[in-house]
């Protein structure tokens, strides 16, 4: 199993969209929140996406309040887990090898983590943030159990227009 210890906290978030991604250091998010300041490749993302630092902090900072065992238990029920295999499929670990990588080599046998991997980790990263009774985004991937937690952004904005399709409207 890929899970480690917290000393293997993620370092680094990786943000897919299709073949292409980027590599943002989680120190760099820390700052963002911390001060309001994009710093280092986050300044440079931000900035080619055109995306306001303000609306980034605002997400990453967001607060829900829940302690860790509230998180154990409600991950460990059924609608817990189909929560998680839904998230974990934006949110996961990153893949054994590089695409380049298995680009390069001509190989065909390379392998994803698995669904109970991804959804553990994933967990992990949940109940661990949420030590003081409250979980925010940036939690989340501070304590996401690999060295590099990465998103699939094809993804995330699928599940935000379906979450978004379901929300009753004001």
């Given amino acids: 199993m890929l899970i480690g210890s917290p000393a293997s906290a993620a370092e680094k978030l990786v943000v897919t969209y299709g073949p292409l991604n980027a590599g943002v250091g989680i120190d760099d ?32 900072a967001m607060e829900l309040g829940a302690s860790s065992d509230f998180m154990d238990g409600m991950l460990n029920s059924q609608s817990g887990d189909q929560l998680l295999a839904q998230m974990s499929e934006v949110v996961h670990l990153p893949p054994d090898r590089p695409a380049i990588q298995v680009l390069k ?66």
Avoid: C, W
């Fill in 29 to 60: 998010l820390e700052t963002l929140v911390n001060t309001g300041e994009a710093s280092g490749s986050l300044k440079f993302y931000l900035g080619l996406a055109g995306l306001d630092p303000a609306m980034l902090r605002q997400v990453l």
């Fill in 105 to 170: 080599s001509n190989e065909q046998s390379y392998q994803e983590p698995s669904d109970a991997d991804n959804r553990a980790a994933l967990r992990t990263a949940l109940i661990e943030a949420a030590a003081d009774r409250k979980v925010t985004v940036l939690e989340v991937l501070q304590h996401y159990p690999s060295e590099q937690v990465y998103v699939d952004a094809a993804k995330l904005i699928r599940f935000a227009n379906q979450f978004q399709q379901t929300s009753p409207s004001p």
